[in-house]
């Protein structure tokens, strides 16, 4: 978020076709709970366009590129680095420690989210591999609940920028509004 070092999202192993929803939907939810950038590993030029064509109508800042080798983006990270699996550490028991390596220490993140099988050299370069419960599910949920904890809730009010639209919140029934009329 601005203000904040950085929140990148890196998704490994996107198979073109099988994963487009959810590399799509990780990017979303990135952008939606306030990482700052989406790292798609692969050819999900579809997902980076759908979640490009998000921002633009709905707002940003927030960023998503394209990588051959998600390998070199964990390898190169100047930062710390959080794979969500789960088998790692839970969430609650190391959430204190991540957080003040981030707000306090100033250090940028790299969530890692995998689809398939994620190798074990992830696991290895990863500061803290964080479960989510240490139940299988999903890489959308597991990142959704990591950002809201590591920024405890301020994501939910976060401002956008240069957005066309916006949704006027409602009990019930759909609002949207062009944003300068908000
Ligand atoms: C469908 S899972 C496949 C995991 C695969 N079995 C493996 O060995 O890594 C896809 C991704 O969802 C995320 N995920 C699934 N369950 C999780 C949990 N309990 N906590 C955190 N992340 C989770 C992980 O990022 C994982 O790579």
Do not use: C
């Amino acid at each position: 978020m601005q203000g904040e070092p950085e929140v990148a999202v890196l998704r490994l192993g996107h198979r073109p076709g099988r994963d487009e929803r959810m590399t799509t939907h990780v990017g979303l939810t990135a952008r939606a709970l306030g990482a700052d950038r989406a790292i798609l590993g692969g050819d999900a030029s579809k997902s980076q366009g759908t979640v490009e064509d998000i921002t633009d109508r709905f707002g940003g800042p927030f960023e998503v590129e394209l990588t051959e080798s998600p390998k070199a983006v964990i390898r190169n990270w100047d930062g710390r680095i959080v794979h969500l699996t789960m088998y790692g550490e839970r969430v609650q028991d190391v959430e204190d420690e991540i957080r003040e390596s981030h707000a306090e220490a100033g250090n940028p993140i790299l969530a890692v989210v995998g689809s398939q099988k994620v190798s074990f050299d992830v696991y290895e370069a990863a500061d803290w591999n964080v479960g989510v419960t240490n139940q299988p599910h999903s890489e959308v949920a597991g990142l959704a609940v990591f950002l809201d904890r590591l920024f405890e809730g301020r994501e939910l009010d976060r401002e956008w920028e240069d957005a066309d639209q916006t949704v006027v919140p409602k009990a019930t029934g759909k609002k949207v509004v062009p944003a300068d009329e908000e």
